[in-house]
Nanobody, 120 residues
Framework: QVQFVESGGGLVQPGGSLRLSCAAS????????WGWYRQAPGKQRELVAN???????NYVDSVKGRFTISRDNAKNTVYLQMNSLKPEDTAVYFC??????????????WGQGTQVTVSS
């Protein structure tokens, strides 16, 4: 019912930048909260940032001042601009959307994940 296309991951040197995007498609009536999560090897998945339909945002402390989450409601897309990247940011990044699909209850959907590697 909902398909996500994530893009923008890759290999970057410490101090570099990447921009992740996640586009949703399908019979979407509305997208409420968007979020970006990440999971490093051997660690639990953690919330990196989220953005409500109002535009209010939240960030995990470790990325405050470096990452910016934004959304384009017309395109059903969420972005994560990541600056001043550090090796500890290395992880698979997943987008998450709380979505109302036509004829179905509101529920969460996950993207397939995109690898971000920060290394010299």
């Amino acid at each position: 019912q909902v398909q996500f296309v994530e893009s923008g991951g890759g290999l970057v040197q410490p101090g570099g930048s990447l921009r992740l995007s996640c586009a949703a498609s399908g019979s979407i009536t509305s997208i409420f909260t968007w979020g970006w999560y990440r999971q490093a090897p051997g660690k639990q998945r953690e919330l990196v940032a989220n953005i409500a339909s109002s535009g209010s945002t939240n960030y995990v402390d470790s990325v405050k001042g470096r990452f910016t989450i934004s959304r384009d409601n017309a395109k059903n897309t969420v972005y994560l601009q990541m600056n001043s990247l550090k090796p500890e940011d290395t992880a698979v990044y997943f987008c998450y959307g709380q979505i109302w699909v036509s004829g179905a209850p509101i529920r969460g959907y996950w993207g397939q994940g995109t690898q971000v590697t920060v290394s010299s």
